[in-house]
């Protein structure tokens, strides 16, 4: 039993923080990104539109796990640019998730019927101001199931900044099982596994149970939306 | 030009001139004029594709017209150097979809544009808004999400918003079709009040009874023109064209008298 707790704090103390930190980066920093590049996709200029849903592809295409070496000993070996682990896992992380980001946004704003825009523009407003008074305030609750979604797979996809040494949760994981199994036997592989998992579960019920709140706060008649499965 | 035609002119509230309108290959609008004086109801009918709705939006420059000229008094509205904003908040524009924001209640519907258009404070636009949903009959469901109030209330709340801007003029686009036939009745009704208190009204619509009501004419649309228009009983016993007769009698069979 000590050694499930010893483990379990060692997990909460040198794995979760990170693997928070590394969530709640990813996560803003996507946003930030995938917001503008949303936005661009559906208001920006043919060659804009062009650009933003070239790099959409790009990011959406490739692995996770490609990108996180790329931007790790890709970058360091051949440029000599030596990021610190984190933050190549952040980045990758990041820059991937913008991506997916981007897509939620431009499909919550295109699902905004043309009718509001019209109605908008006919009393008067710009279409600056019809954007940001009628179709976003629309846009962002329609895109909260989706964003629930992409915060549930994100958190998750962290694990695998564990491949570049990134000491996140289940990097610590690791460290854990190979020292005690030599120590308690091999059958600790699958005890601390399963103590990981459940790390990660409570983390997503949390998460998930949050943004349903946030999703209950701001509904409205007319907008009541099942989150979709998750991908 | 005399005192008389002077006055005339003035007391124009919309001059439309030449408006073309093509889609494709599809010619809408083939050189249409329409004229509105100031507290005049003008009521346009034809069959479906004849360019009705897109003249109505190209009033307010929702569509931009190829050629043609649009006045709303003295300013000329289609001209590159008028502000186009500043033109739509002077023409009210009712939907037949009604389009009311579907985020907003109501009140906050009837009031945003009062707000963020012209710059109007809480508590004086909240007092217009309640007014304006007063006058339409729904001060009770100012509180009330689009996706809660039926058909009918929808459409009145959205005459409420077009109302709050104190608009010079408003255009109605087919504003009963897409309602049950037992609603049709309660935005008439808010309808006929407009026009008799003095509202400038030029609406698309098949009621024929709304026209006889309060039209100071009718105008028949067809194929992209206007093939007739004059006072609602002169039409109707007496259609210049064929057409215009055989058009009135199969909507007097679909709507009734």
């Known amino acids: ?231 | 030009m005399d005192a008389q035609q002077h006055r005339a002119l003035s007391e124009l509230v919309l001059r439309v001139e030449g408006v073309h309108k093509t889609y494709g290959d599809n010619h809408v609008l083939r050189g249409v004029s329409v004229q509105m004086r100031r507290g005049e109801t003008k009521v346009i009918i034809g069959p479906s594709g004849t360019g009705k709705s897109t003249l109505l939006r190209c009033i307010n420059q929702l569509t931009t017209p190829d050629e043609g000229h649009v006045w709303l008094g003295d300013c000329e509205i289609t001209s590159p150097k008028e502000d186009i904003n500043c033109a739509r908040a002077k023409i009210g524009f009712v939907f037949q979809s009604f389009n009311l924001f579907t985020h907003l209640t109501a009140l906050n519907n009837v009031r945003i544009a009062p707000m963020k258009v012209n710059k109007m404070g809480k508590a004086e636009a909240t007092e217009l808004a309640m007014m304006e949903l007063e006058r339409v009959g729904l001060a009770d469901k100012a509180e009330a999400y689009p996706a809660e109030l039926s058909g009918g209330q929808q459409q009145r709340v959205s005459i409420a918003r077009a109302l709050a801007m104190s608009p010079q003029l408003i255009l109605f686009d087919e504003p009963t079709s897409a309602l049950d036939p037992e609603l049709i009745g309660e935005v008439l009704e808010v309808m006929i009040a407009l026009a008799k208190e003095g509202m400038t009204m030029l609406a698309v619509t098949h009621e024929m009874g709304f026209a006889r009501a309060v039209a100071d004419e009718i105008i028949f649309m067809e194929g992209g023109l206007i093939l007739e228009q004059g006072p609602p009983e002169e039409l109707v016993q007496n259609p210049k064209h064929a057409r215009t007769g055989e058009f009135l009698n199969k909507i007097t069979e679909l709507y009734g008298e």
């Open chain 1, 1 to 231: 039993m000590s050694t499930i707790l010893q483990s379990l704090n060692l997990l909460i103390t040198r794995g979760l923080p990170t693997t928070i930190l590394l969530t709640l980066g990813l996560l803003a920093l996507g946003l930030l990104l995938g917001f503008p590049i949303a936005f661009l996709q559906v208001y920006g200029p043919r060659p804009v539109r062009w650009f933003c849903r070239g790099y959409e592809q790009v990011f959406r295409g490739v692995p996770a796990i490609v990108l996180i070496l790329l931007f790790h000993s890709g970058l360091s070996r051949t440029f000599h640019i030596l990021l610190p682990a984190f933050v190549s896992a952040l980045l990758a992380l990041a820059l991937r998730s913008s991506a997916y980001q981007s897509q939620i946004f431009r499909g919550a704003i295109q699902s905004v019927s043309e009718g509001q825009m019209l109605a908008a523009r006919s009393v008067g407003m710009s279409k600056v101001r019809a954007i940001r008074h009628v179709i976003l305030p629309q846009a962002f609750r329609l895109s909260i199931p989706s964003w629930t979604n992409e915060f549930s797979s994100v958190l998750k996809d962290t694990s695998l900044a564990s491949a570049i040494g990134v000491l996140e949760l289940m990097k610590q994981a690791t460290l854990i099982f190979t020292r005690v199994q030599f120590i308690r036997g091999a059958q600790w592989i699958l005890v601390i596994l399963i103590l990981v998992a459940l790390v990660y579960w409570i983390l997503t019920f949390v998460g998930n149970t949050a943004l349903g709140y946030l999703e209950k706060r701001t509904r409205i008649p007319g907008f009541e939306m099942k989150g979709q499965v998750e991908r």
